[in-house]
């Protein structure tokens, strides 16, 4: 693990986000081609973040906003259960997680990207207290 950082990364766990980087669903290449380089109105966002011991989708680090998109392994109970103890998880850190099947943004992706948009720019207006953006 990396010494002197908030979010204490393994080598492991950031092997894995890197390979998932190349993994994308055609959901997450979309968004990520609206998303990447400040193309979201300037606010920038990281893909496939590890945060320690999870691995989000998408990371909007100055609004400590995650969004994620899920495919079909998501619909099971058991995964739902597996996300939702992660969202606990990630929520007692400050985070806000915002979910979208890949069909729901793959059918309106603007309508997701607006949603987006007004949270990042409600948490960046107003960031929620005792919080450190992650770099």
């Known amino acids: 693990m990396e010494q ?3 979010n204490p ?3 492991r766990l950031r092997d894995f986000a890197k390979d998932q980087r190349s993994l994308s669903t055609r959901a997450e290449a979309l968004f990520w081609s609206l998303a990447r380089a400040g193309r979201l109105h300037g606010h ?3 893909r496939q973040v590890p945060i320690t011991p999870y691995i989000v989708d998408f990371l909007c680090p100055s609004a400590r906003l995650i969004v994620e998109l899920d495919g ?3 619909e099971t109970a058991e995964r739902r259960n597996r996300d939702a103890t992660r969202d606990a998880w990630l929520r007692s850190q400050s985070f806000e997680i915002m979910r979208f099947s890949n069909e729901a943004f793959l059918g ?3 309508l997701a990207l607006d949603a987006v948009l007004a949270t990042v720019e409600r948490r960046t207006i107003s960031p929620p207290p005792n919080t450190d953006p992650i770099a």
């Open 4 to 6: 002197g950082k908030r």
């Open 9 to 11: 990364v393994s080598e």
């Open 44 to 46: 920038k966002f990281k």
């Open 72 to 74: 079909e392994p998501h």
């Open 108 to 110: 309106k992706p603007q």
